[in-house]
């Protein structure tokens, strides 16, 4: 018997016609023979392995942060976008150029070059909707097993941008992740934040901007990458630090409510409560500017997280205790906030919460003595006779 050699050799003697095939366009990338292909999910899942000695250990985060993403289009069908998988033969497999589709022996694997956690996040949805599923099979819950297997059914047909390398060494694949994972520079700031339009408090930051008439006088800047253009006051990520700070009394990272799921009439019902917030700033602040330290970044955030805790001390949002609390900005000393160079050298975080302090001890100490009822009286007298006008 003739020495077999190579695992290809192997293969072409074996009596099976088991192939995958997968059609794709031959071409050359940067010197090297690849394969272009949209495959489903379901095929990647039978061809694909991972060489650890290529790639890095699976990070827990990343893939549930993932898997959470591909669950916006199982769970409510929202778009969802993913780069490309990149995958190297090492020699296995066949080009046919009449037919335009490349062959694999069933026991045959592509290596991952670049998208191990997009795949392994899919391949860990299936395993816990396939387990679903066996449960609900056992109760006896059909129901439950047509709702689990619609969802596996388009999780098996998301397609997938393919592109595999036929001829690279492992050395390459190496250098190929190494300079794909190392390279590009992930978006950021300003940039990032507003091309991030599915969470709640992006949606309404986007709408206040784009329909609401008073922000007209709060220039805010939609699309520089990072911080905000000289002629604008907000950023667009301060806009939603600030709405953050209105609604929930904190800062960004801790918000509880900025999720996917919401309804129309909560975006809608919110914004009205934000125009009222902003319209009352303006009324009580100098006109906005870049020099007015009331206006800064900083300040701003601290004044929303201030405003919630007096609006909501009833246990719902009243936009009548927020009306009293707003009359106690005109008598504010901003510059007795920081000391000496504080407004500069201590971190974000810290002079936003000294900001904080210094408003909430200053409205308890003072707010009885400085609010008079008359001022709010001639407000709510001013608002009806602006209102009959229009009508």
Same mark, same amino acid.
């Given at each position: 018997?003739?020495?077999?050699?190579?695992?290809?050799?192997?293969?072409?003697?074996?009596?099976?016609?088991?192939?995958?095939?997968?059609?794709?366009?031959?071409?050359?990338?940067?010197?090297?023979?690849?394969?272009?292909?949209?495959?489903?999910?379901?095929?990647?899942?039978?061809?694909?392995?991972?060489?650890?000695?290529?790639?890095?250990?699976?990070?827990?985060?990343?893939?549930?942060?993932?898997?959470?993403?591909?669950?916006?289009?199982?769970?409510?069908?929202?778009?969802?976008?993913?780069?490309?998988?990149?995958?190297?033969?090492?020699?296995?497999?066949?080009?046919?150029?009449?037919?335009?589709?490349?062959?694999?022996?069933?026991?045959?694997?592509?290596?991952?070059?670049?998208?191990?956690?997009?795949?392994?996040?899919?391949?860990?949805?299936?395993?816990?909707?396939?387990?679903?599923?066996?449960?609900?099979?056992?109760?006896?819950?059909?129901?439950?097993?047509?709702?689990?297997?619609?969802?596996?059914?388009?999780?098996?047909?998301?397609?997938?941008?393919?592109?595999?390398?036929?001829?690279?060494?492992?050395?390459?694949?190496?250098?190929?992740?190494?300079?794909?994972?190392?390279?590009?520079?992930?978006?950021?700031?300003?940039?990032?934040? %507003?091309?991030?339009?599915?969470?709640?408090?992006?949606?309404?930051?986007? *709408? @206040?901007?784009?329909? &609401?008439? $008073? /922000? !007209?006088?709060?220039?805010?800047?939609?699309?520089?990458?990072?911080?905000?253009?000289?002629?604008?006051?907000?950023?667009?990520?301060?806009?939603?630090?600030?709405?953050?700070?209105?609604?929930?009394?904190?800062?960004?990272?801790?918000?509880?409510?900025?999720?996917?799921?919401?309804?129309?009439?909560?975006?809608?019902?919110?914004?009205?409560?934000?125009?009222?917030?902003?319209?009352?700033?303006?009324?009580?602040?100098?006109?906005?500017?870049?020099?007015?330290?009331?206006?800064?970044?900083?300040?701003?955030?601290?004044?929303?997280?201030?405003?919630?805790?007096?609006?909501?001390?009833?246990?719902?949002?009243?936009?009548?205790?927020?009306?009293?609390?707003?009359?106690?900005?005109?008598? %504010?000393?901003?510059?007795?906030?920081?000391?000496?160079?504080?407004?500069? *050298? @201590?971190?974000?975080? &810290?002079? $936003? /919460? !000294?900001?904080?302090?210094?408003?909430?001890?200053?409205?308890?100490?003072?707010?009885?003595?400085?609010?008079?009822?008359?001022?709010?009286?001639?407000?709510?007298?001013?608002?009806?006779?602006?209102?009959?006008?229009?009508?």
């Amino acid at each position: 018997m003739d020495q077999i050699s190579s695992l290809s050799e192997l293969l072409a003697v074996q009596k099976t016609s088991s192939f995958i095939e997968i059609p794709g366009t031959l071409s050359r990338t940067f010197g090297q023979t690849t394969l272009s292909t949209t495959l489903p999910m379901s095929k990647l899942f039978a061809i694909y392995e991972v060489d650890l000695e290529v790639q890095r250990s699976i990070v827990p985060l990343n893939l549930s942060r993932m898997m959470d993403y591909i669950m916006l289009y199982l769970d409510h069908g929202q778009g969802i976008y993913f780069p490309g998988i990149i995958l190297s033969a090492r020699g296995a497999g066949e080009y046919d150029p009449a037919s335009g589709v490349y062959r694999l022996q069933a026991i045959e694997k592509l290596y991952v070059v670049d998208g191990q956690h997009r795949l392994a996040a899919f391949r860990r949805l299936m395993e816990t909707l396939q387990s679903a599923m066996a449960r609900a099979k056992d109760r006896r819950e059909y129901d439950r097993m047509e709702e689990i297997g619609k969802k596996l059914s388009k999780l098996y047909t998301f397609p997938m941008s393919t592109m595999i390398y036929l001829d690279i060494n492992a050395r390459q694949e190496r250098q190929l992740f190494s300079d794909i994972n190392k390279l590009p520079r992930k978006i950021g700031g300003n940039l990032a934040v %507003l091309r991030e339009q599915r969470r709640f408090y992006h949606v309404l930051a986007t *709408r @206040l901007v784009e329909e &609401s008439p $008073i /922000m !007209k006088r709060i220039p805010v800047d939609m699309f520089t990458e990072r911080g905000k253009g000289p002629e604008f006051l907000f950023s667009y990520h301060l806009l939603i630090e600030i709405l953050i700070g209105l609604f929930e009394g904190r800062l960004k990272s801790a918000s509880r409510g900025n999720g996917y799921y919401f309804e129309d009439h909560e975006i809608e019902s919110q914004m009205k409560v934000a125009e009222h917030y902003f319209e009352g700033m303006l009324r009580h602040l100098p006109e906005p500017e870049k020099g007015e330290l009331c206006w800064s970044e900083n300040l701003q955030i601290a004044l929303a997280m201030f405003f919630h805790g007096e609006a909501t001390k009833s246990g719902t949002f009243n936009k009548y205790a927020l009306d009293y609390a707003l009359h106690i900005l005109p008598h %504010l000393d901003w510059n007795a906030i920081y000391s000496g160079d504080e407004k500069d *050298r @201590l971190p974000r975080r &810290s002079r $936003i /919460m !000294k900001a904080f302090q210094y408003v909430k001890g200053f409205y308890e100490e003072h707010h009885l003595f400085l609010i008079r009822e008359s001022d709010m009286a001639d407000e709510m007298e001013d608002e009806k006779e602006a209102k009959e006008d229009v009508g």
